[in-house]
């Protein structure tokens, strides 16, 4: 086997600028891809590559303007920690390890925790983008509320909650938001699914991390 070639950070990043969506959706299939064992059955996922990954979803939100802010700031700050955790641990199991270990799997702050808000950043636009193609007539407002109201609503104060609906209002067209995307109507479509498929898988890993070690997702 050949030897990997450096990726080049200036050359990722313009990649991740020019088309952000079908940057993250690739990343996603290869992390996809990590956790199936590249076809050799499941694996220990590493930290440092989720964390990479996770790390591009930002510039997603951030296409969905004021309204997902709150998300996208919080979204962030957790991928951040789980970044520098990377540096420490090897894989997510180990960090999850560690806070039992320490009683402080649900501690605010504590990777775990974070992992858990990563987890729903990445849910968040998978049911975003399900609901955004199961119709031409759907508006990425109503899209967003759906999408909001599935995965983070439950765990969100009603000062929150009541916020993000003011925010709603302030999302982008359909069209505005592909061009923000640099993108066409079969282009993101193709990219959603992509998005959507790969995952799936993933979050379904990070679910079965804690549920495989009896702690439950109502957090």
């Avoid at 989720?50 to 591009?56: D, E, N, T, Y």
């Avoid at 605010?108 to 990563?118: F, I, K, P, T």
């Avoid at 549920?211 to 997702?217: A, D, G, Q, V």
Wanted: hydrophobic share 40%; with cysteine; proline share 4%.
């Amino acid at each position: 086997m050949g030897e990997e070639t450096p990726s080049d950070p200036a050359l990722e990043a313009g990649a991740a600028a020019a088309r952000p969506l079908a940057v993250v959706a690739a990343a996603f299939e290869d992390i996809s891809r990590m956790i199936d064992g590249d076809g050799e059955g499941p694996c220990d996922l590493r930290l440092a590559p989720f964390s990479s990954a996770c790390s591009l979803v930002t510039v997603l939100f951030g296409c969905l303007g004021f309204a997902f802010k709150f998300a996208e700031l919080e979204y962030s700050s957790k991928v951040n920690d789980l970044i520098e955790a990377s540096k420490t641990y090897d894989t997510l199991s180990s960090i999850l390890e560690h806070d039992i270990a320490n009683d402080s799997v649900r501690k605010q702050g504590s990777h775990s925790r974070n992992l858990r808000r990563v987890r729903l950043g990445l849910d968040l636009i998978k049911a975003l983008f399900e609901q955004y193609l199961s119709s031409s007539d759907c508006s990425l407002k109503e899209a967003a509320s759906t999408a909001y109201d599935q995965v983070c609503a439950p765990f969100h104060a009603w000062t929150i909650r009541k916020a993000v609906g003011a925010g709603m209002y302030a999302l982008p067209t359909r069209d505005q938001l592909l061009l923000r995307l640099n993108e066409t109507d079969a282009s993101v479509k193709k990219e959603m699914e992509k998005y959507i498929d790969s995952s799936r898988p993933v979050i379904e890993y990070i679910d079965n991390l804690f549920l495989s070690r009896n702690i439950t997702l109502d957090w």
